[in-house]
């Protein structure tokens, strides 16, 4: 795609990827991204990140449509994984930047990622500026939000801060601001990739919006690394920040089962039905038809986590086996939770699953076991577990 000015002398120079479905290899990707990098101009020019390397022709395309590439003074590497360096090999070597700002970490992973001590390492921190003449970077460094290595740039004249990964989304569109799309639709794929990248360091989050307020930017515009930039509605993307961050919830529950003869199916539908009742928001998945990538993203706001699984070979099935230790990775906690499932003669997963819950620090309320078939009377267990349950949630989202 085209470059675009945004600002005046700011330049988005990023390439839109419609065929990506599989984002680092273990979330899933259905809308695409976008690798999104920028130009700065003023007496000096700056380039800040470059793009996937699979995508490098339509990103030294962008940016020489904007200024010549030997006219760019220096690099900015706000952070160093793949699809945000991926072109910095040949950016180095077509620029020959006077500097490469970076934070430590920033340096350290370039030496490791590309082996070149000879570049022009300009190690920065929170606080230090580079005065462009007619515009001025102040930067932030935004620590395992969600490397070590993650870094912001504030443009001080424009009220403008390129986030890095921060309040990104996996979408590949036309449009390139928030204010042109539904940002219902926005929220929702920029709460996604919280969920599967960000929420493990909810704590950094509101170290670094903290930062922010002391150093007392006023943010008109946010340009993360994926998705849109946001302009229309930058107030309430820093509330879903903040909201997800302190891992608020609401009245929701997530019910995760795999199952081998419906068993436990028919128990999670059961769980679910009193859940209901009770007029709780539920949603179910069944992981022989979903990614659990999915699953985290409701799990986001939801005031409760059920986990069921039938026993397999003395413990869960491996679908749930993956579930767990990818949710367990991303650390939810402050949840209410339940376990359940069927069994032939071991049992162990609904209690496998109940550790799991614990290890997350989420309250368990119960483990349900069932031999073989449920009857009515396990159902109505069942039922009844899930009525409780939204006594639970209520509590927690303060109905």
Not at 183 to 194: D, I, K, T, V
Not at 227 to 249: C, K, M, N, P, S
Not at 266 to 279: P, S
């Amino acid at each position: 795609m085209a470059a675009v000015e945004f600002l005046p002398n700011v330049y988005w120079v990023g390439v839109v990827d419609w065929n990506l479905r599989d984002f680092h290899g273990y979330a899933a990707a259905p809308r695409g991204t976008t690798y999104n990098a920028y130009v700065i101009k003023g007496e000096k020019t700056v380039l800040v990140d470059t793009v996937s390397a699979a995508c490098s022709r339509a990103f030294f395309e962008a940016v020489e449509a904007v200024v010549p590439l030997e006219a760019i003074d220096y690099l900015v590497v706000n952070h160093v994984e793949p699809d945000h360096s991926g072109c910095l090999m040949e950016a180095v070597e077509r620029i020959r930047p006077e500097k490469i700002f970076c934070t430590a970490m920033g340096k350290a992973f370039m030496l490791s990622h590309y082996h070149r001590s000879d570049w022009p390492y300009e190690v920065v921190q929170t606080g230090q500026s580079l005065p462009l003449g007619g515009k001025t970077i102040d930067f932030l460094e935004l620590k395992m939000l969600h490397w070590p290595d993650n870094m912001g740039c504030y443009v001080r004249e424009d009220g403008l801060l390129i986030s890095s990964d921060a309040f990104g989304q996996n979408w590949a569109t036309s449009e390139r601001f928030d204010d042109e799309m539904d940002f219902n639709e926005m929220a929702g794929l920029m709460g996604s990739y919280y969920a599967n990248i960000i929420l493990p360091f909810s704590e950094h989050v509101l170290k670094a919006l903290g930062r922010v307020e002391e150093l007392g930017w006023p943010i008109r515009m946010i340009a993360p690394s994926h998705g849109v930039i946001l302009r229309g509605h930058v107030e309430e993307a820093v509330g879903l920040y903040r909201r997800w961050a302190r891992q608020e919830v609401a009245r929701k529950a997530v019910i995760v089962y795999d199952t081998m003869w419906k068993s436990t199916a028919l128990m999670a539908e059961a769980i679910a039905e009193g859940l209901i009742e009770k007029g709780v928001t539920v949603r179910v998945f069944h992981m022989k038809a979903c990614h659990h990538s999915d699953v985290v993203a409701e799990v986001l706001d939801a005031a409760a986590v059920i986990l069921g699984s039938s026993t397999h070979n003395n413990g869960m099935l491996p679908l749930m086996a993956d579930m767990v230790r990818y949710m367990e990775g991303l650390r939810p906690r402050g949840r209410v939770g339940a376990a359940f499932g069927s069994y032939g003669w071991s049992g162990e997963a609904p209690k496998q699953l109940s550790e799991a819950l614990e290890r997350m620090r989420m309250k368990v309320c119960d483990v349900l076991r069932v031999k073989n078939v449920p009857a009515e009377a396990d159902l109505a267990v069942c039922k009844d577990l899930g009525r409780r349950l939204a006594g639970e949630v209520d509590a927690l989202a303060g109905a």
